[in-house]
């Protein structure tokens, strides 16, 4: 049964069919093969796989996300960080990382962030005398902080999948790795803008002009540090927050910022439901793939393969790394946690790993996995957005992609990275 379950998955999955309907299609085949159960269990399954209230936090937190952005949030954060650093060499490549990482303390999803200021960010650069090419990968590598930063869409259904984390933990080890990878991109554009002479045709503004554009974007910026605090402190839930969080981003969107009218909200509503089905959907089919992988006893073999190969904590990590890039190339992050992360957890548990740190180098690499060819679900949504070939958008990716790897390594060697924070906040394994 696990053998027609792989061998189904991959031919479909090599045909470019959905990873949703990838899965699914791949379940309802095992069960036809073992015979023994009727294929009603399937459909059983997919409907445990969503039957939980946690789950409500996500079409929340989308619905956030797109209030915000109809409520001018773009351009607010755009210019708090052109006015921070657009006036030094590179400065609207800064601008983008930055924008691009205050975004994704509020949208979670990569996607959303190229999609959205990522496609205005990559036109401001080519009429400021940036390659195109350029950046639109510089954008590219810069979205995929989106669902490091929390909240996480990501971090939910990772927290759902193994419970030896919690929501708030995953929250708390995502901040300091986010800032990484994005630190990381801003050297790489200094040192890339100083080689082309990408220079800034910004003055430096004065401290006063700073401090206004800071204060018209702080309730932009507070977003992220409501949701945390209010967990933390016990004010409310995790989906409790979500729900909170649609509320300022309507309150902000309408009253504060003003540019959020009640006819925007259908076509809000609209996005809304379409990207929440959608995840919904892959939550769904691979709760019946991960059943059928169970029954299959595919973890427990794995384990012990694993096991036999007398691996340290830090080789064990090394080898998961390597095989999460490669997975991530076609997998998306999202069905990426629910398939591996049943099979992968229990192997980093048993050799003492940290399970946050074991989280969040999972989820990084999954992302990693968007901007890496040849097929990264990311390079063909920012190809769409800027008009840049395939080609030329990775091979100027690569140094991003390099220093990215970088960061991955040090959060792999150095577990203080992802743990110190939620520790110190008492989030312990």
């Given at each position: ?26 379940g309802l085949a095992a069960v036809w093969v ?246 919904l959907m892959v939550i769904a089919t691979s ?143």
């Open positions: 049964m696990s053998a027609t379950l792989m061998l189904v998955f991959l031919v479909t999955l090599i045909l470019g069919v959905p990873v949703a309907f990838t899965m699914l299609i791949a073992q015979g023994s159960l009727p294929p009603l269990v399937a459909v059983q399954q997919m409907f445990a796989g969503i039957d939980s209230f946690p789950l409500m936090a996500i079409p929340f937190f989308i619905l956030a996300a797109e209030l915000m952005t109809g409520g001018a949030l773009t351009e607010v954060l755009l210019r708090f960080a052109s006015h921070l650093i657009g006036h030094v060499r590179g400065g609207l490549g800064h601008t983008n990382v930055l924008t691009l990482t205050f975004f994704s303390g509020i949208s979670g999803s990569a996607l959303a962030d190229v999609a959205g200021p990522g496609s205005m960010l990559i036109r401001m650069m080519r009429q400021a005398g940036y390659h195109p090419e350029y950046a639109a990968a510089l954008t590219a590598a810069t979205a995929i902080v989106g669902p490091i930063i929390p909240p996480s869409i990501i971090m939910i259904v990772y927290a759902l999948t193994e419970p030896s984390v919690s929501i708030m933990g995953l929250f708390l080890a995502g901040i300091v790795p986010g800032l990484m990878i994005t630190g990381s991109l801003l050297v790489v554009n200094h040192v890339v803008s100083g080689r082309r002479g990408y220079r800034s045709a910004e003055t430096r503004p004065p401290l006063g002009l700073i401090l206004r554009s800071f204060v018209r974007a702080l309730p932009a910026l507070l977003l992220p540090v409501i949701i945390l605090g209010g967990i933390h402190f016990g004010v409310f839930t995790p989906t409790e927050a979500s729900a909170a969080a649609v509320t300022y981003a309507l309150i902000v969107g309408r009253f504060v910022y003003g540019t959020l009218s009640m006819s925007m909200l259908p076509s809000i509503l609209l996005r809304t439901a379409l990207l929440t089905s959608s995840i709760e019946v793939f991960g059943w059928i992988l169970t029954v299959g006893q595919v973890p427990q073999t794995a384990a012990a393969w694993i096991s036999g190969l007398g691996l340290g904590p830090i080789e064990l990590l090394l080898l998961i790394n390597l095989f999460l890039l490669l997975a991530g190339i076609f997998i998306e992050p999202l069905p990426g946690v629910m398939i591996f992360v049943p099979v992968l957890a229990p192997m980093a548990l048993s050799l003492g790993i940290d399970p946050l740190q074991f989280a969040i180098v999972v989820i990084v690499n999954l992302t990693l996995g968007m901007i890496t060819p040849p097929v990264g679900a990311l390079l063909f949504v920012t190809t769409i957005v800027s008009g840049v070939t395939m080609g030329k958008l990775t091979r100027q990716l690569m140094p991003m992609l390099g220093a990215q790897l970088v960061v991955l390594l040090l959060l792999t060697l150095v577990p203080g990275f992802s743990t110190w924070l939620p520790h110190a906040f008492g989030y312990m394994k």
